[in-house]
T-cell receptor, first 110, second 117 residues
């Protein structure tokens, strides 16, 4: 079983709509979680951190549920530029070692 | 400010050859990480340097992989001899803080795409 599991998608989303997806993690010792965004053939870039009960940044809302060991990401008012692969990432030690999910692909269509 | 830079961006080598990947972290970042993504799989941790010291090399696949960070600046990852299964994208990342770095963002380089034929 993978440490961080994500639905690979793709999630096809009309422009302006809302999309939400989850990831689950098995390492209960993980303290910090992040959503990274990766465009095709580019490097992962931090989208937002998820530390405790959740985090909101503009159109993006991330929620952490420790009891059920899942993290969600919601994107409101989707833009064409939101098309990317979203990586769910857990920090597994205090030195910043990251554990990645395989990513969820989002495709926003006009 | 320059980001994390990796060289080369692409490398195609024959099985059995040697390849050396280089990573220049953001200036002043003590933490340097190597990750790898093989086709169809998730990005996986290889190792972590704090300055010039290896903090964690638990993700290194085998002894064909050798990472160095002399002087605590840039790092190299050498694969010798390369095998077909070593193909993938090798990412380097750096971050600023040492211990208790939970709030410090890791910045990634654009990666080196290695193809072993």
């Amino acid at each position: 079983r993978k440490e961080v599991e994500q639905d690979p998608g793709p999630f096809n989303v009309p422009e302006g709509a809302t999309v939400a997806f989850n990831c689950t993690y098995s390492n209960s010792a993980s303290q910090s979680f992040f959503w990274y965004r990766q465009d095709c053939r580019k490097e992962p870039k931090l989208l937002m951190s998820v530390y405790s009960s959740g985090n909101e940044d503009g159109r993006f809302t991330a929620q952490l549920n420790r009891a059920s060991q899942y993290i969600s990401l919601l994107i409101r008012d989707s833009k064409l530029s939101d098309s990317a692969t979203y990586l769910c990432v857990g920090e597994t030690d205090s030195w910043g070692k990251l554990q990645f999910g395989a990513g969820t692909q989002v495709v926003v269509t006009p | 400010e320059a980001g994390v830079t990796q060289f080369p961006s692409h490398s195609v080598i024959e099985k059995g050859q040697t390849v050396t990947l280089r990573c220049d972290p953001i200036s002043g970042h003590d933490n340097l990480y190597w990750y790898r993504r093989v086709m169809g799989k998730e990005i996986k941790f290889l190792l972590h340097f704090v300055k010039e010291s290896k903090q964690d090399e638990s993700g290194m696949p085998n002894n064909r992989f050798l990472a160095e960070r002399t002087g605590g600046t840039y790092s190299t990852l050498k694969v010798q001899p390369a095998e077909l299964e070593d193909s993938g994208v090798y990412f380097c990342a750096s971050s600023q803080e040492g211990r208790e770095s939970r709030n410090t963002e890791a910045f990634f380089g654009q990666g080196t795409r290695l193809t072993v034929v």
